[in-house]
């Protein structure tokens, strides 16, 4: 596996929960992909504005007829990285699938 492309978007996307393994995962990925991996660790230690993204994110899915997420909040929720695993990504695995459609799922 190679270095995942600017433009691409996430390359993997987590289903599994938090305390299945995530953080190993986590360390994997950003070897293999030289670049961060999204994991809730991110939000608390360096991203909390993303505390408020999340909760936008979540009231537009709720608000949604079409229940898609907003395509344009997922992308500065993710930007820069490569892959998104364990909370709270792993609870819209489904929804990421539709916006990344390349990616892998990972359980």
């Not at 953080?23 to 660790?41: G, V």
């Not at 490569?82 to 990344?100: F, G, N």
């Amino acid at each position: 596996m190679g270095r995942a492309d600017e433009e691409s978007g996430l390359v993997v996307i987590g289903a599994g929960l938090g305390r299945t393994g995530t953080n190993s995962l986590k360390i994997a990925l950003e070897l293999l992909y030289k670049k961060p991996c999204y994991h809730l660790k991110e939000i608390y230690l360096h991203q909390h504005s993303h505390i408020t993204k999340w909760m936008e994110l979540d009231r537009k899915l709720s608000d949604s007829p079409d229940k898609k997420l907003d395509k344009a909040l997922c992308h500065k929720i993710f930007k820069g990285y490569t892959a998104a695993i364990d909370h709270p990504s792993c609870a819209y695995y489904k929804e990421l699938l539709e916006l990344y459609p390349n990616a892998k799922v990972s359980l």
